[in-house]
């Protein structure tokens, strides 16, 4: 059975964009290997962004986009478990990252970010075996 990993914005971002040179060889071939999902709030970080005018295009041109080309899905997790897990998260205070590492905290999946704070706090982030995460811009 093909392993769930889920997805921070930022990957998404430097998927869609085509910037597979920001990623270490050992995470490029987990989401080779791995089936991507997503936080509904990544759709809605997408969004905000487009908005403020830092993505060209809509969270959803970019997810259904991203759902053609590697099979990429929203997660369908009852939010109020989403919630109750994000509620224990209380180290971070961002909402968007703190509802995203909620999602992979339900089942205790893999979240495949670079963000140094969710690496040194989530147990099950993942960047590379080979480095520790680092801030993103």
Known sequence: MEQIIYLDTHVVVWLYTNQV???????????????????????????????????????NAVLETLSQSIGLRICELNHL?????????????????????????VNQSTLVTKDVLIGSHYPQAFWSLETKPTLTT
């Open 21 to 59: 040179k920001k990623f270490p060889q050992e995470t490029l071939q987990l989401l080779e290997n791995s089936q991507s999902l997503v936080s509904p709030m990544v759709l809605l970080e997408l969004e905000y962004m487009h908005e403020i005018g830092r993505l060209q295009r809509s969270g």
């Open 81 to 105: 478990q989403v919630i109750s897990a994000a509620l224990q998260q209380t180290w971070i205070r961002d909402p968007f990252d703190r509802i995203i590492v909620g999602q992979a905290a």
